[in-house]
């Protein structure tokens, strides 16, 4: 056997050996998806969410006013708002780094998601405000995942292509 022989088959070797590893990350990327919203799932009906998601829904507007007027004097009495923005920051962050498919969020938890932002989004813009001259920068990006996340569920569930999987065809022989 020659070298040029011996070189050709180590070659093909290496090279079947990145296919294989490349195939490998795919499927590992694929599962790391799965287990991301498994994960999602589980901590988005945990019990702790949803009473944090009740404590906020019963809240009127009064009442989250003066939440945001008492951060004003720097007292902070409650922080379940604070506590609900950082789990759908969390969760935004994902989905924008690609590791949860905003598909995760066609159900119960989208709908749930925007309810949310809808009411809190006043204390996020206020926390941005007060906190933007910090140093870290923390301030500037304060619930920036959970805006970015709101906005790309409300657009994907306004689409309605979804939902199709989810109709029942209507009877219509009467």
Same mark, same amino acid.
């Given at each position: 056997?020659?070298?040029?022989?011996?070189?050709?088959?180590?070659?093909?070797?290496?090279?079947?050996?990145? %296919?294989?590893?490349?195939?490998?990350?795919?499927?590992?990327?694929?599962?790391?998806?799965?287990?991301?919203?498994?994960?999602?799932?589980?901590?988005?009906?945990?019990?702790?969410?949803?009473?944090?998601?009740?404590?906020?829904?019963?809240?009127?507007?009064?009442?989250?006013?003066?939440?945001?007027?008492?951060?004003?004097?720097?007292?902070?009495?409650?922080?379940?708002?604070? !506590?609900? %923005?950082?789990?759908?920051?969390?969760?935004?962050?994902?989905?924008?780094? #690609?590791?949860?498919?905003?598909?995760?969020?066609?159900?119960?938890?989208?709908?749930?998601?925007? !309810?949310?932002?809808?009411?809190?989004?006043?204390?996020?813009?206020?926390?941005? %405000?007060?906190?933007?001259?910090?140093?870290?920068?923390?301030? #500037?990006?304060?619930?920036?995942?959970?805006? #970015?996340?709101?906005?790309?569920?409300?657009?994907?569930?306004?689409?309605?292509?979804?939902?199709?999987?989810?109709?029942?065809?209507?009877?219509?022989? %009467?």
């Amino acid at each position: 056997m020659s070298i040029n022989e011996i070189l050709t088959i180590v070659t093909l070797i290496a090279a079947l050996g990145a %296919v294989t590893s490349a195939i490998i990350a795919v499927m590992n990327r694929k599962n790391n998806k799965i287990d991301m919203i498994r994960m999602y799932i589980n901590e988005v009906d945990s019990k702790t969410q949803r009473d944090l998601r009740a404590k906020i829904r019963s809240l009127s507007e009064n009442e989250i006013k003066d939440i945001i007027s008492n951060l004003k004097e720097n007292i902070y009495r409650d922080e379940s708002i604070a !506590e609900l %923005v950082c789990f759908y920051d969390k969760w935004g962050h994902m989905v924008g780094q #690609k590791l949860l498919p905003i598909q995760a969020f066609e159900s119960y938890g989208g709908i749930s998601m925007i !309810e949310m932002y809808e009411i809190v989004k006043d204390y996020i813009l206020y926390r941005r %405000v007060q906190t933007q001259n910090r140093h870290d920068g923390w301030g #500037k990006s304060y619930g920036y995942y959970f805006e #970015k996340l709101y906005n790309e569920v409300k657009a994907h569930l306004a689409k309605e292509e979804w939902r199709k999987c989810f109709q029942i065809e209507e009877d219509t022989s %009467v």
